[in-house]
């Protein structure tokens, strides 16, 4: 059993897979504070200094108005946290955007794949089937 899994864990792929995920937990948090730190305070900035991460509704219990949301949470009030979301959700898509820009630029430097060789032509499938037919 020691042998597989010294097998299993020497495989390139997933070597390759734990760095994917390490660099990727990282880059997150620099998108996240990116998102959270400079981003999200313009877009405040830009809308009268609203602040989104602590924007939320109540759904029961009671809390008093300009409570923060992590305040509104200890209290035990049921809140949709829309500024929360909408923080992640513009966080996504910058993941999202710089993940596709890695992709297209590894697409670009990988060398093209060889093209399949060609087979024979629709003319010619076609006159060996009527051949066939023929006989």
Same mark, same amino acid.
């Given at each position: ?12 792929? /997933?070597? #390759?897979?734990? $760095? +994917? /995920?390490?660099?990727?937990?990282? %880059?997150?948090?620099? $998108? ?13 900035? /830009? %809308?009268? +200094?609203? #602040?989104?991460?602590?924007? @939320? ?5 009671? /809390? *008093?108005? +300009?409570?923060?949301? !992590? !305040?509104?949470?200890? !209290? ?5 946290? @829309? ?8 966080? %996504?898509?910058?993941? !999202? ?15 093209? *794949?060889?093209?399949?060789? *060609? ?17």
């Amino acid at each position: 059993m020691m042998s597989e899994f010294k097998e299993f864990i020497s495989k390139g792929n /997933v070597l #390759d897979l734990a $760095v +994917g /995920v390490i660099i990727g937990a990282a %880059f997150g948090k620099i $998108v996240t504070s990116l998102t959270e730190d400079l981003i999200m305070p313009l877009i405040g900035k /830009v %809308f009268g +200094g609203l #602040d989104f991460t602590s924007k @939320y509704i109540v759904l029961s219990g009671e /809390v *008093a108005p +300009g409570t923060p949301l !992590a !305040a509104a949470r200890e !209290a035990g009030a049921n809140v949709l946290a @829309y500024g929360s979301f909408f923080t992640a959700l513009i966080n %996504f898509v910058i993941m !999202a955007w710089v993940i596709f820009m890695i992709v297209k630029a590894a697409n670009k430097a990988m060398p093209a *794949a060889p093209a399949a060789p *060609a087979g024979p032509s629709e003319v010619d499938l076609l006159t060996e089937i009527r051949d066939a037919l023929k006989k």
